[in-house]
């Protein structure tokens, strides 16, 4: 066991504490250290805490920016007490041996704030696995402009606010901002005079100017049934978050009011695919070229750090330009011939990582005639769609390659961006 512990995050020590190595594990030694780590977590912009167990390692790792990583230096013997001390504080004792998953919540005070956190443990082959979700208090409802959205995707989404029938599907994986993303929108449209009815699993604890209904998960009610009772308040705006069952889509679609518009997630990585999503699930071409105005697809990118990054030319650096040249080739997308960008160098500020905060990546498609002729006619349906749609790759690229060469990000952060999603 080593004589001193600390915490490092990629390699990178933020605080040492000399006691916690010791075998003796005093309460108070415990107490100090789980502190410390929350503290760190949030002083580095965490959103998740996670103490994994394995065989032969315990692992401790924070989420920064959407990126795992290993928080190295907390003895295997240790980080169980962490795990216990994290525990005891959410009033969630430690019962191994019922084998459950459980979940609770807590507030705390570090570095200043009032900090809510949820916790969840999940029982495995060699031990219990914590999972910590950090939210600040008082933050302000995300706007729709916070979002950086393209000009013309931000006037496309406008638009379909004012209008008053149909569905947009907003796919994204989980953590790609897709919650983020309604939260913008309801917020708009709350402040467009619009009444907004979110349905949700659960508490998100995302801020928001509307009306939540978490209805469905403490009642387990099934979705349509939920909307029948909110058609009671004719609201304007429906939102339905992450909860509807495959077999409830083609209900919730053919319940559409004319006097309302539905925003739907999905788990889709493309506007194609989602489409082909809703084939699947039953949805005839008739109900998709009804009732489906539009798409958003959801992606998040980490920003380079503004304290560090250095402007170049995308050749001077070839792990970038091979990123980029291997994300157009794949997309049948002509490489810039010439492109300056900038590049992560990594500074205290940004704990080396060379990024700081996500931003938007998103494809916002307004279904036209012509696109959803492509799709119901089958010419999407081969094997590289992208080539018959010019929106489905190209139009993304597009907009990654604008995003790179304005030095928001990284080549190799689109890259992943779209790999992971497609
Ligand atoms: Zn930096």
Redesign the pocket.
Known sequence: MPSHAGIAVDGMILEAYPNAGSSNLEEAHIVRLTDTILTVLVACRGSNLFIERGKYKNHLRFRIDGVRCEVSVIPQEVLIYVKKRIQVMASLEAQEELRLPRAARMECVLLGNQIRLRIATLPTMWGEKLVLWVNEDGQSPIELHELNLENSDLETITRWLTDTYGIILVTGSRGSGRTTTLRAIANRATDAAKSVVILEPDFEDKVSKSTHLYLVYRTNLSVTTVLERVEAQSPDIVIIDSYWRPDEAVRIAATAKPNRLTFLTMTAGTPFAALNQLRDLGFDDQLVSNVVKGIICTRLVRKL?P???VTMDLRECPEEFEALRETCAEANYAMPEKLTCCFR??????LGT?F?GRTAFNDVLNLTSDILEDVLLGNARPEHPEQYLPYAAGSTLANGIRKISRGVTTASEVARALKRYN
């Open positions: 750090c304290n560090c990054k160098v990594g500074c205290e500020y940004c060379g700081y």
